[in-house]
């Protein structure tokens, strides 16, 4: 069965870190690239980050470059995104997907992250 499950999301405190996990089941994550995206209530979904099928290649949102950082390992088929220096504007639901026209529609229940003070 072909599954992906997003986890390491919690409540902390502005400037405090989580690291978000994103693992398949059923399938190899290795063949895609992989992306994070979040959305936040009233908002529309957005774009965080994106790994590359050769892992070197790798973009952010403006607004996490330099906070956030994503990353594979192969050999768990899960994709991390480390999340630094959190800000309240980054509270939100994060997803993870392969980014490829085939999972176009898909959605998973995704893990809340809630920044505050």
């Known amino acids: 069965q072909v599954q992906l499950t997003e986890s390491g999301g919690g409540s902390v405190q502005p400037g405090q870190s989580l690291t978000l996990s994103c693992t398949a089941s059923g399938f190899s994550l290795a063949r895609y690239a992989i992306g994070w995206y979040r959305q936040a209530p009233g908002k529309e979904r957005e774009g965080v980050a994106c790994i590359g099928q050769r892992d070197r290649d790798l973009d952010y949102l403006p607004s996490v470059e330099g906070r956030f950082t994503v990353a594979r390992d192969s050999a768990k088929n899960t994709v991390y995104l480390q999340m630094n220096n959190l800000k309240v504007e980054d509270t939100a639901v994060y997803s993870c997907?392969?980014?490829?026209?085939?999972?176009?529609?898909?959605w998973g229940r995704g893990t809340q992250v809630t920044v505050s003070s």
């Open positions: 997907k392969p980014n490829s026209p085939s999972w176009k529609n898909y």
